[in-house]
């Protein structure tokens, strides 16, 4: 029936499954056979929602952004997830994953990060349900994120540096697997984005779902419909963008437009436009759409925002883009900023430079006046305010 959904198998049309080394089949295979029974059971809703409301502060508002709505000529919506405890929409997925680690048994996290958001989420979770935490991060954005360092450490967690490759995201992904390949028996693997062998994209998913649940009884409340025609995110590895459209997946009359970084031009071979640039392969246990060379080597991917710059894509999305269901747009850093800016003075809301790449996604689309239009706003901007400083410096 859901047609856009993962079948039993974790494939999203030709993309998706799981492609793991043999020392981890076990693991996997238990996280399979267990995320659904946890994820749909009372005792485990019960939990999550609670937490989703006192921890997390949802539901997060749906915000009629007016002066914007005004600019662009349609009826503009903010989900707003910047509110959220921890500033972005990832700590939905990482409470969700730590009452699911709890429940197998599982006494140690390990977890992978970029600029540190998702590891900041993880690191938080781990010390709220009292859980030992080792966060996997490149050299590079040890550097890059010093803050963000500061509060995992703070939150309890052990960095771990990685010096491997370009000391980047796709490097702590390798050394974060080659940990989970050592200690299979007590470790729990929190994955930040809908990316991963399967169950992981559609565990993630479903854990996000929650945004667009909200939406819909928000959007009714609002409209006195539970749809819009648009429905519009930015894509990293694809899970706010996930959570945004999963409950309208199959609402045909909804629009998904999912904005990719297309960095400094997607012709200019600094860019993280995945799902324009790549080409079908395995990338961290799942196949899907990855930026590669002619012979198979993961490119570096670049953008402004150190959230979007992963050079694979959920195989959710692979397949949006592939069936035609989802249509892609490539934002550029100069656009982002520019949105960010605009975002800032006409609504007092500094994104995340993330976000930004979703609101930058408004000009590139003709809407009518009638149009009801659902943005997420997957984060705050705090974290980016060194950037935007030289900007305005
Ligand atoms: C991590 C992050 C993203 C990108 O990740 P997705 O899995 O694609 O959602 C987007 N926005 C913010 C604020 C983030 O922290």
New binding site residues.
């Given amino acids: 029936m859901k047609s856009y959904q993962a079948d039993q198998n974790g494939y999203y049309g030709e993309f998706g499954g799981a492609y793991i080394p043999e020392i981890l089949h076990k693991c996997v295979k238990e996280l399979q056979t267990t995320y659904l029974k946890v994820l749909e059971s009372e005792e485990f809703k019960k939990e999550f929602d609670q937490l989703l409301e006192d921890y997390v502060g949802r539901p997060s508002p749906l915000y009629l952004a007016n002066r914007l709505s005004t600019k662009y000529g349609c009826k503009i919506y903010l989900k707003r997830?910047?509110l959220n405890h921890t500033?972005?929409?990832?700590i939905n997925n990482t409470i969700g994953q730590i009452l699911l680690a709890r429940k197998m048994g599982k006494t140690r996290i390990i977890a992978e990060t970029?600029?540190g958001?998702?590891g900041v989420a993880t690191a938080t979770v781990c010390a709220l349900m009292n859980m030992a935490c080792v966060v996997y991060m490149g050299k590079t954005d040890v550097a890059r994120q010093h803050i963000n360092v500061q509060k995992m450490k703070m939150l309890g967690a052990e960095v771990r540096p990685v010096t491997s490759g370009n000391m980047t995201l796709k490097d702590a992904t390798n050394e974060a697997i080659r940990d989970w390949c050592c200690n299979p028996a007590d470790t729990y693997y929190i994955i930040?984005?809908?990316?991963g062998p399967h169950p992981y994209p559609d565990m993630?998913a479903r854990l996000?779902s929650v945004i667009s649940a909200e939406i819909k009884k928000q959007l009714l409340a609002k409209e006195g419909r539970d749809y819009p025609d648009y429905l519009i995110?930015?894509?990293?590895?694809?899970?706010?963008?996930?959570?945004t459209i999963y409950h309208y997946l199959d609402n045909e009359k909804v629009k998904i437009v999912l904005a990719e970084a297309g960095g400094l031009g997607i012709d200019s071979g600094q860019s993280a436009a995945t799902i324009q640039l790549g080409k079908v392969g395995i990338l961290h246990g799942t196949k899907s759409l990855v930026m590669q060379s002619e012979d198979g080597q993961i490119e570096e991917p670049y953008s402004i925002?150190a959230?979007?710059d992963?050079p694979g894509i959920?195989p959710m999305h692979a397949h949006l883009a592939t069936t035609g269901r989802a249509t892609i747009l490539a934002v550029n850093d100069d656009e982002a900023l520019q949105a960010a800016f605009e975002l800032t003075q006409l609504e007092g809301i500094i994104p995340?430079?993330?976000?930004a790449h979703a609101i930058g996604a408004l000009s590139k689309i003709n809407f009518k006046p009638t149009d009801v239009v659902v943005l997420t706003l997957?984060?705050?901007g705090d974290k980016d305010m060194d950037t935007y400083i030289k900007v305005m410096s």
Avoid at 192 to 195: F, K, L, R, W, Y
């Fill in positions: 997830e910047d500033g972005a929409h990832k970029g600029a958001q998702h930040g984005s809908t990316v993630v996000q995110a930015c894509v990293g590895g694809g899970s706010n963008a996930a959570g925002s959230g979007l992963y959920g995340a430079l993330e976000s997957s984060g705050r």
